[in-house]
């Protein structure tokens, strides 16, 4: 009991104090939502119409920072290259930084889950935590067969390396996470690097009408309170919202609506205890609280 007290004297301490500011920079904020269901998404003969989707809506919706969901194109970089260059002298044109989310091909024919910046930026970023049976297989030689019954497309994806470079976004350094990565808390802290502002893409058309959605906006809410940053969540089919560093919603969109999210954000300077020391402050108070509770048994022991 003594010790779930002190827990929450101390949580409540904590969250008094302001540990992170803004930048007192505006940056407006364009976030698509393209709600193209799996059926049409991956069907090759709805690419073009994919693309245009995309291209006029980020070019009558200007912004500081625009934002495509997980997967946005669905096919592989090489083959999008002209689009890609019309997408970035339009960025360059509305001085705008756009994620575009899509997939990467390399030489040795591995593909990545990814999104690229154009425009007023630069970076890119694969995706390190894979979805197992939904982006890879475990024991791929015995379940290969098995997966290629559901013929789920591309899903042998090869993850990226753990902590990658930022992006830059128009002056902001952007630490992106794809889909449920998210919910890491220590893979984001490791990512993070003080970025000034994270951003999460997703399509979570693939949960239906689950719960799964509204929970994935809730762990991105966490993460928020944890880094005291601003986060963006740009999915295909919601919930795409704007989450200020206090872990509050301040913009959403409908879920299942293809639509325009705009809001405005600030970059965020300053680290949070979390960003700083990770679990070590837990680890240590789960630790005098066991010293604790085993000096008291022995006192027990002998008055026993």
């Not at 007290?5 to 364009?30: C, F, H, P, R, Y």
């Not at 960025?91 to 990545?112: P, R």
Request: glycine share 6%; with cysteine; net charge negative.
């Amino acid at each position: 009991m003594i010790s779930i007290i002190v827990t929450l004297v101390i949580a409540w301490s904590l969250q008094q104090i302001k540990w992170t500011k803004s930048d007192g920079i505006e940056k407006s904020v364009s976030i698509l939502q393209g709600n193209f269901i799996q059926d049409q998404k991956w069907d090759p003969s709805m690419l073009q119409t994919i693309i245009n989707y995309y291209y006029t809506t980020t070019r009558d919706n200007p912004a500081n920072l625009v934002f495509w969901p997980e997967n946005s194109i669905p096919t592989f970089k090489t083959f999008i290259e002209p689009f890609l260059r019309q997408v970035d002298d339009l960025g360059d044109t509305q001085h705008s930084a756009i994620l575009v989310g899509t997939v990467a091909l390399n030489a040795k024919e591995q593909y990545f889950n990814s999104a690229f910046v154009y425009g007023l930026g630069s970076g890119h970023y694969y995706k390190h935590h894979l979805v197992p049976f939904g982006e890879y297989y475990p024991f791929a030689y015995f379940l290969e067969p098995f997966m290629a019954y559901f013929n789920i497309p591309m899903s042998s994806f090869t993850k990226g390396s753990e902590v990658q470079p930022l992006l830059k976004m128009n002056g902001l350094s952007v630490a992106l996470f794809i889909c449920y990565e998210i919910a890491y808390p220590s893979e984001v802290r490791d990512q993070l690097q003080n970025a000034d502002l994270i951003a999460v893409i997703s399509d979570d058309a693939w949960f239906g009408d689950s719960l799964a959605p509204w929970q994935h906006e809730e762990i991105s809410q966490m993460r928020a309170i944890e880094t005291g940053r601003y986060v963006i969540q740009a999915t295909n089919n919601g919930v795409t919202s704007i989450i200020n560093p206090e872990g509050q919603t301040i913009a959403s969109l409908p879920r299942n609506e293809q639509a325009v999210l705009k809001g405005k954000v600030y970059g965020i300077e300053g680290q949070t205890p979390w960003m700083v020391y990770g679990l070590l402050p837990v680890t240590l108070l789960s630790l005098l609280f066991l010293l604790m509770a085993f000096i008291a048994y022995l006192h027990q022991r002998k008055r026993s």
